[in-house]
């Protein structure tokens, strides 16, 4: 007997369904299914691993390939040969707001967004800063954080905070998490360059090497008195590579950028 499919997580239907070559009549289509869609958008759009994007999908790491590949041939032959695409179809399931942040959307369904805590929408003047967070202090390495916790800011005070859960999240889609999240700023420990690159290209300002209570921080950048470290590189990953499997210190996160 055949195994069944297992129905793909999805985050929502795309806002274009189809794309047709300027110039071209009604000729072949290529049909991308929706799954396949969300494969391209979440590791070529997002910048997701296909780890990442097997866990936000709800599916193994062989399928994602497998959708990954067939996309982007479908794509290509579009492009190349002038066919028409169209999106629909697959075996797909939407998110009901339980995935790695949803993408940002607002994909819970209206009976349960009630009764779940969102991210507030950000209005067009108020300063969303985020600070890397575990029990109420900074957490000290940004690409193994669990949780941010989001300032909204208005006429230089706090009008509002929450701390939201990264499900797991790793340092390549954590830049993405902070972009959807609307964040401005990020106040953090140690962090890698890579992820400052990112950051940048995504236009949120760091403030790295910064220890101690995350809502002091945040008052003291107020205040314009946040003492934080310029050119803050992590040294976790060169600790990890250089210690093998043995346990070469009592603090982990010992990367603060000094």
């Known amino acids: 007997m055949a195994r069944p499919v297992r129905c793909r997580r999805i985050c929502t239907e795309p806002a274009y369904d189809s794309f047709v070559p300027e110039g071209v009549g009604a000729g072949e289509q290529v049909v991308l299914t ?20 097997a866990e936000q999908m709800d599916i193994s790491r062989t399928t994602v390939t497998e959708l990954y590949e067939a996309a982007r041939y479908k794509i290509a032959d579009c492009i190349v040969n002038g066919k028409a695409l169209g999106i629909s ?3 797909y399931r939407f998110c009901d707001g339980s995935a790695a942040f949803c993408c940002g959307r607002s994909c819970r369904r209206a009976e349960d967004a009630a009764e779940e805590p969102q991210v507030k929408k950000k209005g067009e003047k108020v300063m969303r800063i985020a600070v890397t967070y575990e029990n109420g202090q900074i957490f000290q390495h940004f690409g193994h954080t669990e949780e941010f916790k989001l300032y909204d800011i208005e006429d230089g005070k706090v009008i509002g905070s929450q701390v939201v859960n990264t499900n797991g999240q790793g340092h390549g889609a954590l830049a993405g998490f902070l972009t959807e999240a609307k964040v401005d700023a990020l ?5 890698g360059g890579g992820a400052q690159t990112a950051l ?3 236009g949120i300002r760091l403030y790295g090497g910064v220890s101690g209570s995350a809502d002091d921080a945040v008052a003291a950048y107020l205040d314009g008195k946040l003492n934080f470290n310029p050119d803050v590189r992590c040294s976790h990953h060169e ?3 250089s210690c093998g499997e043995h346990h070469c210190g009592e603090n982990k996160h010992g990367c603060a950028g000094n």
């Open 34 to 53: 929706l799954d396949e869609y969300e494969a391209v958008r979440l590791i070529d759009l997002e910048k997701y691993t296909h780890a990442q994007c």
């Open 89 to 91: 179809g697959g075996h």
């Open 187 to 191: 106040i953090c420990g140690g962090i």
């Open 200 to 202: 940048a290209q995504m």
């Open 239 to 241: 600790h990890e590579h």
